[in-house]
């Protein structure tokens, strides 16, 4: 019997899978319950791979900025703790760790409402978040300078007091002051919170760039559902302090629930969410 030359080398031959993105920040079924009495978060749980940008998103009082706390460790000033659970950072778990000792591993939180210190001028702003390097004067100067290349009119304003420049100059000086720390993880907390929707492109916009050129990674709690979307690799939904619903952004833009109650976008055959109980959206999004 005759056989074709190289018959074996012609077989087709499995592609090989992609490896997993490796995870920076592991959220394992964290509860949070503040003055020993009042539950806010029910076991969520969520993943941020390295070099991503992952939003928590939901509805005013759903539990974003508590998750976010819960993993900086700023709870115990609320008088809240994290009851159960763990969260682990790059591998290690932190969250018995001090929210100074967490900024030195390289996870930093921007707050809601841009906590500038409003007596200090811009670049001294820029400068307090640089206070755990030890890498020497000329890389914080060349930091001040990427700082500025990022935020353009911060180098405008750069001697003007925090307290007397513009909102959105403001939420630029908090993400401008987390950078100086040379973080590896920032966590936002409502970004667009108070700012005209241009301003709001423009601080997503850097966002983007920032983590494309500086690899740094990104876990953002905003209301603003569909600007959040379009800029986020995966997102989780929070309702009444649990997760609902979780998924790739483009999935997510695309889920007709999401669509309905959070973009203001129905369907032919769907009902307003004015129309809906709550308790009916949770028993549909659970089901």
């Known amino acids: 019997?005759?056989?074709?030359?190289?018959?074996?080398?012609?077989?087709?031959?499995?592609?090989?899978?992609?490896?997993?993105?490796?995870?920076?920040?592991?959220?394992?079924?964290?509860?949070?319950?503040?003055?020993?009495?009042?539950?806010v978060l029910k076991g969520v749980s969520l993943e941020v791979p390295k070099g991503g940008i992952v939003a928590i998103l939901g509805a005013n009082g759903a539990g974003?900025?508590?998750?976010?706390?819960?993993?900086?460790?700023?709870?115990?000033?609320?008088?809240?703790?994290?009851?159960?659970?763990t969260i682990e950072f790059e591998g290690k778990r932190v969250d018995k760790l001090s929210p100074n000792e967490l900024v030195k591993r390289g996870c930093i939180q921007v707050m809601e409402g841009r906590h500038c210190f409003e007596h200090l001028d811009v670049e001294e702003n820029l400068l307090t978040g640089a206070y755990t390097r030890r890498d020497g004067n000329a890389a914080i100067k060349r930091d001040i300078e990427m700082v500025y290349d990022y935020?353009?009119?911060?180098?405008?304003?750069?001697?003007?007091?925090?307290?007397?420049?513009?909102?959105?100059?403001?939420?630029?000086?908090a993400i401008g002051r987390a950078l100086m720390s040379r973080p590896k993880m920032i966590l936002l907390d409502e970004p667009s919170m108070g700012l005209a929707p241009q301003l709001v492109e423009l601080i997503f916009e850097i966002v983007a760039r920032v983590n494309r050129e500086q690899g740094v990674s990104f876990l953002l709690a905003e209301q603003n559902t569909n600007i959040?979307?379009?800029?986020?690799?995966?997102?989780?939904?929070?309702?009444?302090?649990?997760?609902?619903?979780?998924?790739?952004?483009?999935?997510?833009?695309?889920?007709?629930?999401?669509?309905?109650?959070?973009?203001?976008?129905?369907?032919?055959?769907?009902?307003?969410?004015?129309?809906?109980?709550?308790?009916?959206?949770?028993?549909?999004?659970?089901?």
């Open 1 to 39: 019997m005759t056989t074709t030359p190289h018959a074996a080398d012609k077989q087709t031959k499995t592609p090989k899978a992609a490896a997993p993105a490796e995870t920076i920040l592991a959220v394992n079924n964290i509860e949070v319950i503040y003055d020993h009495v009042i539950l």
């Open 151 to 173: 935020f353009p009119r911060l180098k405008e304003r750069r001697k003007s007091l925090a307290g007397y420049i513009s909102g959105g100059e403001q939420q630029m000086c």
């Open 64 to 85: 974003k900025t508590t998750t976010l706390k819960a993993i900086s460790n700023l709870l115990h000033s609320e008088r809240g703790d994290v009851t159960k659970g």
């Open 228 to 287: 959040a979307l379009r800029y986020a690799t995966f997102g989780y939904i929070l309702e009444n302090g649990r997760v609902v619903l979780d998924g790739d952004g483009a999935s997510l833009r695309e889920n007709e629930d999401v669509k309905e109650f959070y973009l203001g976008v129905s369907g032919a055959n769907r009902r307003s969410f004015r129309e809906v109980k709550h308790y009916k959206r949770r028993k549909r999004w659970l089901a």
